[in-house]
């Protein structure tokens, strides 16, 4: 319980978990990638980062408020820092924006928007990776992925399955089933929840749905529930 002054206003806070948390309370929208306050926090995008009156930046969800607390959520400092987090991001995924089907309700698209990223300096050094198609619900793009671990935290804390995981490090470093098996061959019970967590087009609903009721028609094929959830939880 405490106070902070969050963009020179006072925000009195009470159990709240992060600094992120108090920075919503005062109706102050900072963007974040992945933050979902249900599942762990994982502080990997680095989008939500604040600066702190002694010049100190942080990742306000990874971060407990304390009294006295005096931040800035916009300085110029900041917008700098967001912009090329976002251009980062954009450098190392594929650019097909126009034909994704997560076009329009892509978050790293619009957060491209919003802070104004127009060109990219950055050449893409990752590899190119195969489509996984192999699920009767889902198709998997490792092109897209940023990197956020909401599929796999979403996949393993609120469906208890852990059909995804990371694998290797630095500009390998990737989101797939272990030992590189296809998601039909993982535990996945197609339930759609790394979907609805995926900010990008990396984890897709199947729309071929002849193929999709043929696959779920196999004994095989194990569903406990709904294929796409078509509400994110908040
Ligand atoms: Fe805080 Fe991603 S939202 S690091």
Known sequence: MGTMIIDGRKIEFTDEKNVLTVIRKAGINIPTLCYHSEVST???CRLCTVEDDRGKTFASCSEKPRDGM???????????YRKLIVELLLAAHCRDCTTCVKSGECVLQELA???GVQNIRFK??????????????LV???NKCILCGDCVRACEEIQGI???????????AIVMP??????????????????????????AIKTHMDEVWEALADPNVRVVAQIAPAVRVA
């Open 42 to 44: 994982f502080g990997a």
């Open 70 to 80: 005096v931040i800035y959520t916009n300085s110029g400092r900041i917008k700098k």
């Open 113 to 115: 928007h919003r802070l």
């Open 124 to 137: 893409n050094t990752r590899e190119h990776y195969e489509l996984d198609t192999s699920s009767p619900s």
């Open 140 to 142: 998997r793009d490792p």
């Open 162 to 172: 852990g059909a995804l995981g990371f694998a290797f490090r630095g500009t390998e």
């Open 178 to 203: 272990a030992f590189n098996k296809k998601i039909a061959d993982t535990q996945c019970v197609n339930c759609g929840q790394c979907r609805v967590y995926c900010p990008t087009g990396a984890i």
